[in-house]
Structure formats: structure tokens, C-alpha cells
């Protein structure tokens, strides 16, 4: 389900590879929850063997340990990975744009630093490298305008003659920086944080002949907007896994434009090689949340976002609790959304477990406008983290389907209502 890793894993700006083990990687930035900045110090991989189960690979990258053959102490950015000739090579970027490679004979490292990545080393961030079916190497890297070139032998040169500038620009395509690339069934995909929507809310993707272009924007692939209150950014990539193509993205959580996290979705390309824009999932690469099953609000795909003159409210927000989230500073007429929920048979039972000096209501909601139900949330007490478990009943409903739940004031409660940790329909499942 989506975000994929748990709730105290901030990992953004994620490539996903699938290395010769065949496990898929992630490798990404990490953000430290709470922090007033993106990134961290550290590279931390999770690898998984089918995309629901993930492994804590444990920190592979460090610029303030000697082991690793940096020490400067600087920030690193978002990241990319790729196998090479027996050995795994992970190009990272730094605070000052600052760009190197570091090595290892292990997918999860650690890996050991080997120097700049010449001449990109200072002049933009956010790498990118493509291992062609020749065995050919290329390098990317840019914010704004995109450049790239050609790796020498030795994977931290790129050869002067075959750099290429301006392959996207943010004035023509939208580049805003992040890019990635794949060869897929022999065309060139480049995926990047395209900011024409007005937000570097988007991944779009452009492709090419050749791996230096010239490429043609072909569309949106995703958009995190709604995702959260503050969010600002978007970056990821796609792979293909086992024949089908997935796209890995990142959200923001807890009102904050740092707090990011890796969620995935399947793609649909086709014969023509062109990507379907996907929305946003609670679900990701699962089938559906399973009735008897309570689901934390983490996994909300959507939410209603604060108005632009609100700024002096505090708006909706996940917020960290224990080794979970709950939904807190909820307001009247706040909702959130959940996809591909089931459930069940004739479903007439729903549960909320909720904490709130105040009384609310929390309606159910599904397609075509369709309010199912709700359960009304006594006041629990002056703490907003005494949760109780409150019931409802709903009309009688079958099925998979998208729900919102919609905050409402209950008995003139005004400003700030209930924390909701978690949600859960009772009844009998589908045979």
C-alpha cells in the first residue's frame, strides 16, 4: 500500500532498479522527519523481491564517516544507481552542486566514494546514467536545462566532445530538474519534475532515438498534487518489472514540504510506447484494502487542501503517532480520500477510532456523490490523543470502491475537531 515503507522511512527522489539479484531497489534521498531542510547526510536502500514487502538495507552512502571516503559533512541530494562490469556504481549530488561517484560489489553497499564526476562536478545536481545495450554509459544532469554525455571507461568522466546541452529546458518542456532514464523496447525514455502545471508537482516524460535526443515531450505521467497541505515537489522514475512498466513517485506528508515518501503505481504503455497519466493511489500495486481490515489514514491519497487567504490556519495534516500516523487539526467540511477499499457483501457496519474534546461527525462517501453512512464522535476528553472506537451503520453496499470521509461539526463545535487514526468496514467478505 501506498507510501510503501513505513511511516519513519522519508526516503524521496527515488530510482528504482532492478539489479542483477533480481530484487528492485530503491535508491533514493532521505529526508529526517521534522527537519527544516531536503535531505539528509545519509543514503539509506530498501529492496523488496515483489514491491509490497520491503527489506531495510540499512545505510549504504555517509559524507560525515570516513568509511565511506568522504567526510565534508555536506547534504546529499537525490541520487541514481546502476551495474556496471561486476561492480554497482552510485552517483550522488551535494549541497553546492557538488557531483561524484562512489563503488561497491553490492547492490546495498557501502559504498566507497571514487572522486568527482568531471566536468558536472559544481555546475547542477540531480545525476542520471543509462548503461546502453552496447555498454555504452551516459551521464545526465541539470536543474532548469538538462545536460549530458557520454561516461568514460573509467565512470566519473564524461567525455567533453559528446556533451550535449539544453536537451530539455524548463521553457520549452516544462525540466525543472530530477531527470531519469530507461531504455524501453528500444526507445529512450527520459523522466523528469516538470513544473508547467504551475508546481514541480509533476513527473512528465519526453523520448528519443538516441540517448543525447533530441527528445519530444510526449506527457504527464503523474501528479502529486492534493497529496498534502504543503506540498511542493515531485521526483522518481520508472522501471520495468517482470514486462510491465511502474512509476516511482514521491509524496509529502505532515504539512510539510520536507517529508517525503516513495509510493508507486502501475503504468499502462501502449504499442505505440506512450504512458497513460496515472492518479494517485491508496492502493499503489495492491489490489484493494480488505474488508475487516482497519486502514490507517497514511494510506489517504487525497485530501482537501487549504485555501490560499487560510494562512493563519493550521491546516488538516498527518501527523506522526507512535510507529503510525493519525489525521490531526481537522476542520468542518475537511475530507480525505481512499482508493479501492472492499467492502465485502452487503456491508452495513462501519468503525472509526477517533480522539476529540469535541463532537463531530464523520460521513462515508462514495462514487456518484453517494453518502453511505456515518458515525458520530463523542467528545473523548481534553486530550487530542485519547482515542476510542466509535460505530456506525451504512446502507447496505457491495464491493470495491473509492471512499471519502467528510469532517462535520457536530452540536455548533467550532475551529479545530478530532484526530482520526484509523477506519475499518465490518461485514462479510466476497467469495
Request: glycine share 8%; aromatic share 10%.
Given at each position: 500500500m501506498?507510501p510503501?515503507?513505513?511511516s519513519n522511512n522519508?526516503?524521496p527522489?527515488?530510482?528504482?532498479?532492478v539489479?542483477p539479484d533480481g530484487?528492485v531497489?530503491?535508491?533514493?534521498?532521505?529526508?529526517?522527519?521534522?527537519?527544516?531542510e531536503f535531505?539528509?547526510?545519509?543514503y539509506?536502500t530498501f529492496?523488496?523481491k515483489?514491491?509490497?514487502?520491503?527489506?531495510?538495507?540499512g545505510?549504504?552512502f555517509d559524507?560525515?564517516?570516513?568509511?565511506y571516503?568522504?567526510?565534508n559533512?555536506?547534504?546529499?541530494g537525490?541520487?541514481?544507481c546502476?551495474?556496471?562490469?561486476?561492480?554497482y556504481?552510485?552517483?550522488?549530488?551535494?549541497?553546492g552542486?557538488?557531483?561524484?561517484v562512489?563503488?561497491?560489489?553490492?547492490?546495498?553497499?557501502p559504498?566507497k566514494n571514487?572522486?568527482?564526476?568531471?566536468?558536472?562536478d559544481g555546475?547542477?545536481i540531480?545525476?542520471?546514467v543509462l548503461?546502453d545495450?552496447d555498454?555504452?554509459?551516459?551521464?545526465f544532469?541539470?536543474?532548469f536545462?538538462?545536460?549530458g554525455?557520454k561516461l568514460d571507461k573509467?565512470?566519473k568522466?564524461?567525455?567533453?566532445?559528446t556533451?550535449t546541452s539544453?536537451i530539455?529546458?524548463?521553457h520549452?518542456q516544462g525540466?525543472?530538474?530530477?531527470?531519469?532514464?530507461?531504455?524501453?523496447?528500444?526507445i529512450y525514455?527520459?523522466t523528469?519534475t516538470?513544473?508547467?502545471?504551475g508546481?514541480?508537482?509533476?513527473?512528465a516524460?519526453a523520448?528519443a532515438k538516441?540517448?543525447l535526443?533530441?527528445y519530444?515531450k510526449?506527457?504527464?505521467?503523474i501528479?502529486n498534487?492534493?497529496?498534502?497541505?504543503?506540498?511542493?515537489?515531485?521526483?522518481?522514475?520508472?522501471?520495468?518489472?517482470?514486462?510491465?512498466?511502474?512509476?516511482?513517485y514521491?509524496r509529502?506528508?505532515?504539512?510539510?514540504?520536507?517529508?517525503?515518501?516513495v509510493?508507486i503505481e502501475p503504468?499502462?504503455?501502449?504499442?505505440h510506447?506512450?504512458?497513460?497519466e496515472?492518479?494517485?493511489?491508496?492502493?499503489?500495486?495492491?489490489?484493494?484494502?480488505p474488508?475487516?481490515?482497519?486502514?490507517?489514514?497514511r494510506?489517504?491519497?487525497?485530501?482537501r487542501?487549504?485555501?490560499p487567504f487560510?494562512s493563519?490556519?493550521?491546516?488538516?495534516s498527518?501527523m506522526?503517532?507512535?510507529?503510525?500516523e493519525v489525521l490531526a487539526?481537522?476542520?468542518?467540511?475537511?475530507w480525505?480520500?481512499?482508493?479501492r477499499?472492499?467492502?465485502g457483501?452487503?456491508?452495513?457496519?462501519?468503525?472509526?477510532?477517533?480522539?476529540?474534546p469535541?463532537p463531530?461527525?464523520?460521513?462515508f462517501w462514495i462514487?456518484?456523490?453517494?453518502?453511505i453512512g456515518?458515525?458520530?464522535?463523542?467528545a473523548?476528553?481534553?486530550?487530542?490523543?485519547?482515542?476510542q472506537?466509535?460505530?456506525?451503520?451504512?446502507?447496505?453496499t457491495s464491493g470495491?470502491?473509492?471512499?471519502?470521509?467528510r469532517?462535520?461539526?457536530?452540536n455548533?463545535?467550532?475551529?479545530r475537531?478530532?484526530?482520526?487514526?484509523?477506519?475499518c468496514f465490518?461485514g462479510?467478505?466476497?467469495?
Open positions: 501506498n510503501v515503507l513505513k522519508y526516503i527522489d527515488v530510482e528504482a532498479r539489479m530484487k531497489y530503491l535508491y533514493g534521498s532521505r529526508d529526517n522527519a521534522g527537519d527544516t535531505c539528509s547526510t545519509q539509506q529492496s523488496s515483489d514491491l509490497v514487502h520491503w527489506d531495510d538495507e545505510v549504504i559524507s560525515t564517516e570516513e568509511q571516503g568522504i567526510n559533512g555536506l547534504t546529499l537525490a541520487p541514481d546502476v551495474y556496471y562490469e561486476g561492480n556504481y552510485l552517483y550522488y549530488c551535494m549541497y552542486n557538488r557531483m561524484g562512489a563503488v561497491s560489489n553490492s547492490p546495498a553497499g559504498f571514487l572522486g568527482h564526476v568531471v566536468p558536472a555546475q547542477s540531480d545525476p542520471a548503461v545495450d555498454g555504452s554509459c551516459y551521464y544532469w541539470g536543474q536545462s538538462l545536460q554525455g573509467d565512470m568522466t564524461v567525455i567533453p566532445e556533451i539544453n530539455l529546458t524548463e520549452e525540466f525543472h530538474e530530477g531527470a531519469s532514464i530507461r531504455k524501453i523496447n528500444g525514455y527520459l523528469y516538470d513544473i508547467s502545471r508546481r514541480a508537482s509533476c513527473l516524460y523520448t538516441s540517448p535526443g533530441p519530444q510526449r506527457g504527464i505521467i501528479d498534487t492534493g497529496c498534502d497541505s504543503g506540498d511542493w515537489n515531485n521526483h522518481g522514475s520508472i522501471e520495468m518489472i517482470h514486462g510491465k512498466p511502474y512509476v516511482f514521491h509529502s506528508s505532515q504539512n510539510s514540504i520536507y517529508n517525503r515518501r509510493c503504468l499502462s504503455m501502449d504499442d510506447g506512450n504512458i497513460a496515472v492518479p494517485m493511489t491508496s492502493n499503489g500495486v495492491e489490489d484493494y484494502f474488508i475487516n481490515t482497519p486502514v490507517n489514514v494510506h489517504l491519497s487525497r485530501m487542501l487549504k485555501l487560510d493563519l490556519i493550521q491546516p488538516m498527518l506522526p503517532s507512535h510507529d503510525s487539526y481537522t476542520r468542518n467540511q475537511d480525505v480520500q481512499f482508493d477499499i472492499d467492502l457483501y452487503n456491508c452495513q457496519a462501519v468503525e472509526i477510532s477517533a480522539a476529540s469535541k463531530m461527525i464523520v460521513e462514487e456518484n456523490n453517494c453518502k456515518q458515525v458520530v464522535v463523542d473523548t476528553g481534553s486530550d487530542w490523543h485519547n482515542y472506537t466509535f460505530s456506525g451503520q451504512i446502507k447496505a470495491i470502491h473509492t471512499v471519502w470521509l469532517i462535520v461539526a457536530n455548533n463545535a467550532v475551529g475537531l478530532g484526530n482520526i487514526e484509523n477506519f465490518r462479510q467478505a466476497n467469495e
